[in-house]
């Protein structure tokens, strides 16, 4: 809750985050509606209000944002968001984005940065369009349910080209690198969980320590020209960033390699954590802490990106359901209008 109080002090004035607004402003989005956060609650929905708010005036009206990764991350924030307000605006920006993931999709099942067509398959741009279409698929409000039901079966094979033979996933052509958590999720998400270049890559990231390999309260790394060597980092330079997707890889194959994941995660993300005493009013009037985090990624819009990404793995308990091991039918609930604690939202938010 440290996290996202700290959000909500540095939203911005139009209700976006800093610095790239699109992409920064959709992980804060992703953050508030992990703790089930929506615009009807009374801390954080104001906040969450503008933010969508935000997002959906950025949106270019091709429906699509321009950028390496804007597009797909915020069509990820639009199809959670929609999941969980039923918002019909919301729902409108949403189809429009997921038809352009679609779209932009290679025939090899990939994608590259900025929708950009080709033969180019990015494990890193086609990690957030899984996860984009795998809010689809679960917000179930998209108009060509088929359409989508091919491209995320597709994508799975799109994984598959950058796998490598012994485990793991590279950045556009078979590797071992920080990408492989990557690929291992994007698997998952999409039925091939039980898939062998899955079943090997999960035992390369058995190797791997989710330390936190950046600035702590008490120890700064500011000056370091990339992450600090600390044992059982994967290759790449980018730490935090593989290991959100390995802390939501490890949780959906649980059993013992979660359990060690975990009992090395939490405690390290929780004690790097800056702290700012009493910064923040809650919903009561009262002072409270605020909190957030700074990694030394080489790839990273810190530190808000910092931030939502630690937030977002330390959710990850109650965030998802091991998604490929549920059936493939599932009760969904539906909204209603008539139970007398219901919150009315408007479709202008």
Known sequence: VRALRWLKLKQQADGSWPRNKPAMTSLAILAFLAHNETPASPEFGDTVRRGIEFLLASQPSS?????????????YALCEAYGMTFNPTVKAAAEQAVAHVIEGQHPSG????????????DTSVMGWAAQALKAAAMADFYSDPEALRRACKLAVRGFQKNAHPGGGFGYTGPGRGGLSSVGVLGMQFHGGGSAEEVRRTLELLGTWRPVWAGNRPDKRTDGAARPPAVSGLPPGG???YYFYYGTQALFQEGGEAWKRWNAAMWPAYVNAQFIQEQAIADAQGKLQDVGW???TDQHSDRPVMDTCLAALQLMVYYRYLPTFKVPEQVARAKPTATGPGDVPITSDL
């Open 293 to 295: 985090w700074e990694n």
């Open 238 to 240: 980018s730490p935090q």
């Open 63 to 75: 429906g699509q944002w321009r950028g390496n990764y804007e597009h797909y991350i915020a069509t």
């Open 110 to 121: 990939g994608w590259d940065y900025g929708l950009k067509p080709g033969e180019r398959d």
